[in-house]
Each structure stands twice: as C-alpha cells, then as structure tokens.
C-alpha cells in the first residue's frame, strides 16, 4: 500500500485519467452510449461516465484502505489532480464548479445505492449502480439494459483496478 495518503490518490488520478477514457471507448465502441445528432448528448454521457468511474476509484480506494482520515486525504487528493486535469481542458470556471457539483450529487446517489439494501442488496449493487449510472448518461428511464449491464461490470472492474494500483504500487 502507498503509504502517502496525497501520493495514494495523485497515483490513483494517474490510474484513472489513463483507464476512465479507455473505458468510455470501449461502452462507445461496444455500440451501448445513446447515438444521434447531438454533439452535446454525447459530451452528456462522457461526463456521467467521468463521474461514475471516479466514484469507482473512491470505491477502491476505499476497499484498500478502509475508511479513515488517510483514505480521506487520498480521495481529496484524488479529487484535485483530477479536477486540475479537467480544467485543463476547459478553463472555465462555471464549468468547474457545475461539474463538482455534478459529481457530489453522483456520489450521493452512487453512495445510497450502495447502502441501500444491507447484506442482501450487495449482490444487486453493480447493477443498481450500473442502471443508475445507465439513466444518467442516456436520459432516459428505464435505462437501456445493455448499457448498465456494461456499465456497471465497467464500475466494478475500475473499482477492483483502482484497489490494486493502490495497494502494489509502493
């Protein structure tokens, strides 16, 4: 385990700004992502999908580490690299802050579904949270099915990644 909380979550974002793209090739390439015209319908969906993986790296984060202020340190450290990278791209500022604000919403709904249901509900999650995520970035409900069933098996992957790269890269 990096030992380093802040050096745990800078190598986390590296891990997730290398991997959450190829991943959204692969759900693009793999024919599920809502289709048509709309330029922005597909940015859209890209940020849902930006979203969800991140969540799936706090999830790893989490099952390497437990929860504690070191975890805490690494996702807020995850979350600044990340974000830094993201304004990089689009320097602007409302843009900035409509995606954090995005993405503590996300994380709200992502973090009920997953306490939702106790032991029981752990065998729903990944796909609970892969309709969720599914509704989002198609608008639409019910989502479609193959595109959660993706997403979700897409998540939990990330999140499996995530844990791991944490956990052998000291």
């Not at 993986?53 to 807020?76: H, K, P, Q, S």
């Not at 995005?102 to 309709?131: C, D, N, P, S």
Request: glycine share 10%; with cysteine.
């Amino acid at each position: 385990m990096i030992r380093d909380p802040q050096r745990r979550g800078h190598v986390l974002a590296q891990f997730f700004l290398a991997v959450g793209p190829r991943l959204y090739a692969d759900l693009a390439e793999a024919g599920v992502l809502p289709t048509g015209p709309d330029r922005a319908q597909a940015e859209r969906a890209r940020d849902e999908w930006e979203c969800f993986a991140l969540y799936a790296c706090v999830r790893g984060l989490v099952a390497a580490g437990g929860f504690n202020r070191e975890t805490a340190i690494a996702i807020d450290a995850l979350h600044e690299r990340v974000l830094d990278a993201w304004a990089g791209r689009s320097p602007d500022p409302g843009a900035t802050a409509a995606r954090r604000n995005r993405i503590a919403e996300r994380y709200a709904e992502y973090g009920g579904i997953g306490q939702a249901g106790g032991a029981a509900g752990a065998a729903t999650v990944t796909r609970r949270l892969g309709e969720a995520a599914a509704r989002h970035m198609a608008r639409c409900d019910p989502p479609p099915a193959e595109l959660a069933e993706q997403a979700g098996a897409l998540h939990e992957s990330l999140a499996e990644g995530a844990a791991e790269s944490v956990r052998r890269a000291e």
